[in-house]
């Protein structure tokens, strides 16, 4: 885990997430796609992601049939989000999954065959903070609401910005959908999210105190792998990043038929997610140094806050390159 755990019942979206991928294995048992064989010609690969507007190239090509129309066949599976996504390719109920660089890296230490193949997309605007009503300034803050991976490094990162030493506030762990509840009830002073979860705590009665770039924060978004489904699907996993790339092109030209296709496949608002759109890079790259450097910074993070007990062997888990060699 990658954050504090809150005592109570398991959220109902944990359930639901665990159910989909026990349902996903029965499913998947016994058939020749690329989980369990060398496949047949065009071989199924699942891609395992969460809910929200950063995920819009995905929808899109979806949406689209730019994955029919590359000779592949590709199926989304939705999951709660965070290490959700990572933990489908361990279980081997997908193939390929997308997860942002400071959620990725502690499930590399669980599993050391994950491996990260490029990036599609980062922001530094993404997430902002959200304050209750009546809190006039940061070192009021004595309770924040925090989910999985990024949000917990976020909001570190931005207690530290203040000042504040984050051992001084109390941070709890909890499923996106429930936090603007938690701050409508007054359990938190605030958090850091993206929308819809940010327009509903605005709703709540909360306001938008920031982004997280005003406090040096960026996230960027990998697609993983397995070690050993890449060794044998070195081709089938550069055309289907190709296919991303090129949403991600289509994303950027025009994010209001992105943003229909995110409502068409995932039930997302289409205005706020069109926003949201706006405020994200979406470009597909290859891995470099900066990466390994900036995940260097997270995995110190991690071993900081006695997550992790060791950190992952960056030089392995991150594909330098590889884009560059088989997603071109």
């Known amino acids: 885990m990658f954050c504090h755990h809150r005592r109570g019942r ?12 026990l349902l996903a294995t029965a499913c998947g048992a016994g058939t020749t796609d690329s989980a369990g064989s060398a496949g047949g010609k065009n071989p199924t690969v699942r891609i395992a992601l969460g809910v929200d507007a950063s995920y819009a190239p995905l929808y899109l090509a979806a949406q689209r049939g730019m994955f029919e129309k ?19 390719v361990t279980a081997g109920t997908a193939q390929i999954s997308a997860n942002a660089d400071s959620t990725a890296l502690p499930q590399m230490v669980s ?6 193949l490029g990036a599609f997309q980062s ?41 504040i030493d984050p051992a001084s506030v109390k941070i709890l762990q909890s499923a996106p959908q429930e936090i603007p509840t938690m701050l409508q009830r007054g359990d938190i002073d605030g958090y850091i999210l993206f929308d819809p979860w940010v ?8 306001r938008i105190a920031g982004s997280i770039g005003d406090f040096g924060v ?28 090129e949403a991600d092109r289509l994303v950027t030209e025009d994010p209001h038929a992105a943003a229909l296709a995110a409502h068409e496949q995932a039930q997302l608002p ?7 759109i706006g405020e994200i890079s979406f470009e597909a790259r290859a891995l470099t140094s900066a ?19 060791q950190a992952p062997d960056l030089d392995t888990v991150l594909l330098r390159g590889w884009y560059d060699r088989h997603a071109r």
């Open 199 to 206: 327009s509903k705590g605005v709703d709540a009665g909360g």
């Open 70 to 88: 590359a000779g592949l066949d590709v199926q989304l599976m939705q999951v709660e989000g965070g290490p959700a996504a990572a933990q489908a």
């Open 291 to 309: 990466d390994v450097t900036s995940s260097r910074r997270i995995a110190d993070f991690l071993l900081e806050q006695k997550l992790i007990k």
């Open 111 to 116: 599993n050391p065959r994950l491996r990260a």
């Open 270 to 276: 289409v205005a706020g997610t069109e926003r949201a």
């Open 10 to 21: 398991r959220p109902a979206a944990a359930l639901l997430t665990l159910f989909a991928l």
């Open 218 to 245: 960026t996230y960027v978004q990998w697609l993983l792998t397995d070690e050993k489904w890449l060794k044998e699907n070195q081709e089938l996993a550069g055309k289907i990043f190709k296919v991303v790339a």
């Open 123 to 163: 922001s530094d605007r993404y997430l902002k903070v959200v304050l209750r009503k009546g809190l006039t300034s940061p070192r009021q803050i004595k309770t924040m609401g925090s989910i999985q991976g990024l949000g917990l490094y976020a909001t570190h990162e931005y207690l530290r910005h203040h000042g």
